[in-house]
Each structure stands twice: as structure tokens, then as C-alpha cells.
């Protein structure tokens, strides 16, 4: 139910020669043995002795799964490293295996310095002890004299800010509270490593916010910093570089920006195609030297970039909600470039048309037509409306198909977008038709951007004069 805080002693220091670094990982590996029934595990522990003893050949009684597979990297001082991939990509367990709470099957871990970890809800405080109680129990953990605690406590409090419930055991927090008050007490240690796993999801949007500004002076504090999200925004924004894992294995380490956009790149492909990018994510990581990674924007034999329109089947949004009919219904949301290509992919700068089809299954007046675009978050980023406010449509007639196109030019940022549609009547019942996240769609990586975040309004290059 909490969230588990821990500080672990350097487990092999590294040497002065390297004291730049403050995590080297040397071709490590995990292997977990999985039993399909519960008695394997009793024959496991008795009979491969009495079959050793018996002369008869090795037999187990377990299947391996290879959590990590030869994983190696480097982190030094003062940088904030974000672990993006898959659920089951091995992203929780490289982290355990740095703090220490799981031992490698092979290779090796160096660290230098103090160690704090604040990882996915599990235990670490006790749950019949108060929130105060908690606090100093971790507080020694932490290595730190009562006095001391004592000096920070209002700190704590303050920080975590979960009232009166401070005096209550931590069983009846809930998640939030719980994170609130384990990252609360990480605030009293001056950690040379901090290790944050997807905790910080369950935090609402101030706390996160002011998590983050915690995050932010770690960082300028020189802590190295491993920060496990599917938020690729936030890995962006905090992170100087990313670490890709798929299925136990690296496939990128570099720029956390480049690498945010290959990997979104890898989840969004085709079935088809999936393989292929992790054979040249594997090889331009064998090959690739300081220079920046460059797989997303940039492709084989001079060709152009991955930035051209296309239709990518694997974009398929699974979040649609489809409201009842109530007089219309609406077929299809589907999107065209300039030429009349169906696609998904699209192109910063070029002009698309949304075209909703479908048709209306009773008489209806006063009618209009809308539609929006969302991001992942759901924020609701544009929208049209026709006609425009306050005209309708007067009338339309049971069995009559209708066709609307909505033209844009996109100028949003790259990432994937929601787009969704329906038909409205100013008479009851209002919502004739409306489908949420009807189409899911790409905007693709362009070298030619010199914006930030949502959009690219710019018109012209900033102009500078000194004088």
C-alpha cells in the first residue's frame, strides 16, 4: 500500500580514477525461475539432489525468463537519466537490481554514493504505524540521529501536507497519501542517487508538480537521477538522456529527446515492421559513438527522412467510446492528404482534411456538426464546428448520407493525437451521434521545427538586434 522508500550503502565504489561516474552496469542479467504449478517448486528443492545422487541426468522443474539480458551503461554525476519501454521491458527490475533489493544472475553493478529509491507502491513503511511513527523509523533507516529528524520534521509535514492523518496508521492512507508522505521524507536526505519508479502517478497534479520542482533541485544539487515513466513529455523535460529497454534488452541510450521519439516510433509500427526497427536499434547502438542518435529523423541510402505521409494499420486508438445512436450515425472519421491519400501519418506544415461519413436514421432538425483533437493526456487541444454558432442545419431527412470534411494545417508538434466527431440537434435529444477517439493519428518528426510543446505557430525565424 506505500510506497517503498530505502537507502542502500554503495555496493562496490568505484574507483578514484572514475569518480565522475555514478553508476556503471557492465553487461547485467536477470533470470527468474517460473513455476506453473506450486508443488515444481517443492520438486525443484528435493529431487534434482536425489537425482544427482542417483546418477541420473539434471532436470528442472522451472521455466527461465530473462528479465534483463546483457544490459550495460554508464551514468555520470548530476545526470537525470529517464527508463522508458514496454510494460515487461525489464525497466523495474534494472532499477531493484541498482538499489540492491534483487541480485544479478550475471554481470556487475558499481555505484558511487548514497543510494535513496522511491519505487512503485509496495511495502516500505509500517502499516500499523503512524505517518510520525513512519517518518522516524525511515529517518534511522536513512541514517539519520533523532535530532536531526527532528529539525526537518515541519519540512516533512509540510511537504507531504496529508493534515491530521499524520497521526494515523499508515493502513488507512490511501495511495496518494502514502507517496505523499514517502516522497516527503526523501526531502531529508541528501542522496548522491535517486532512484523514482512510476510513484509519482498516483500523486494528483499539484503534488506532481511540486515533486517535480523537488526533482529539478536534486538535480542542480548534482544528484544523478533514474526516472522510470510512460509520461514521454515529462522524460523529455527532466531527463538529459533515456534509456530504451524492450523485452530485457537495450535498444537505445542517448539523448533522452531522440530517444523518446525512436521509441515512440517502435510502439506505434506495424507488426511488420517491429522487428525491423529493433534490428536497427540494436545496430545503430553497436555502432553509435557521442554523436546524437538521429534514427527518427534520418533513413538508409540517402532516402528521405520518416517524415513523409503515410497510413500506419498499427494505429488503432483503444480508448474509443461510442455513444448511443440517437438519430444519426456516424460510419467514419478517416483522414486524406492534399492528394487523397487515406493516412495517419501526417507531416508538419501540410494542409489534411478529417472527412466524417455516416447518416441519419430519423428525421432531425436543427442540426450541426463538430469535431475535436486531443492529446494522450485528453486535453483538448482544437476543435470545429459547423455551422458556425449560432446557425444549423434546418433539416435532414431519415435515410439521407451525409459526407463533412474539416480541413486543417498541421501545425502540431510531433506525437500522436485523438481525434473525435459528432452530430449534435439543438432539439431533444441533443447527441444524435458521437464518438470519442474515433481516429488516432501520428504527426511525425520533422528537422524543420523550432517550437515547443503543443504547437508550432511560428511564422518567421526570431529576429535579433544588438546595439
Known sequence: MS?????????????????????????????????????HRL???????????????????YREYWALQDVSFTI???????????????????????CGTL?????????????AALLELG?????????????YLNGAVLGLERQEIDSRLDDILAFADIGDFIKQPVKTYSSGMAVRLAFAVQTVVDPDIFIVDEALAVGDEKFQ???????????????????????APSVKELCDKALLLNEGQK?????AAEVIKNYQRLIYAPPEKYLQLISEYKQAELERTDAPLLLADSSENGKQPESDEEFDPGLIPESTVRYPEQGAQIISLDIFSSNGNRVNVLASGLEYQF???????????????????????????????????????????AGEQFRISFNYKMSLQPGIYFAGCGVWSHNEPNNLHRIIDAAMFRVAPSSESHSFGYCDLMTLPPELELS
Not at 527490475?93 to 541498482?98: C, G, N
Open 3 to 39: 510506497s517503498e522508500l530505502s537507502v542502500i550503502d554503495t555496493r562496490t565504489s568505484l574507483p578514484d580514477a572514475h569518480s565522475d561516474i555514478a553508476i556503471q552496469v557492465n553487461n547485467l542479467s536477470k533470470c527468474f525461475h517460473v513455476y506453473d504449478l506450486p508443488r
Open 43 to 61: 520438486q525443484q528443492f528435493i529431487l534434482p539432489s536425489l537425482r544427482r545422487l542417483a546418477g541420473l541426468p539434471k532436470h528442472n522443474y
Open 76 to 98: 555520470k554525476k548530476g545526470e537525470t537519466i529517464g527508463i522508458v519501454g514496454k510494460n515487461g521491458s525489464g525497466k523495474s527490475t534494472l532499477l531493484q537490481l541498482i
Open 103 to 115: 541480485s544479478p544472475t550475471q554481470g556487475d553493478i558499481q555505484t558511487n554514493g548514497r543510494i
Open 123 to 135: 511495502s516500505g513503511f509500517n502499516p500499523d504505524f503512524t505517518g510520525i511513527e513512519n517518518v
Open 209 to 231: 508538480r511540486k515533486c517535480f520542482a523537488r526533482l529539478e533541485e536534486l538535480k542542480q544539487q548534482g544528484t544523478s537521477i533514474l526516472f522510470v515513466s510512460h509520461s
Open 251 to 255: 535498444l537505445l541510450y542517448g539523448d
Open 355 to 397: 472527412v466524417i461519413q455516416g447518416r441519419f436514421e430519423k428525421t432531425c432538425e436543427s442540426i450541426y456538426f463538430g469535431m475535436h483533437i486531443r492529446t494522450i493526456s485528453g486535453l483538448e487541444i482544437t476543435g470545429q464546428r459547423y455551422p458556425q454558432e449560432p446557425h444549423v442545419i434546418e433539416k435532414a431527412v
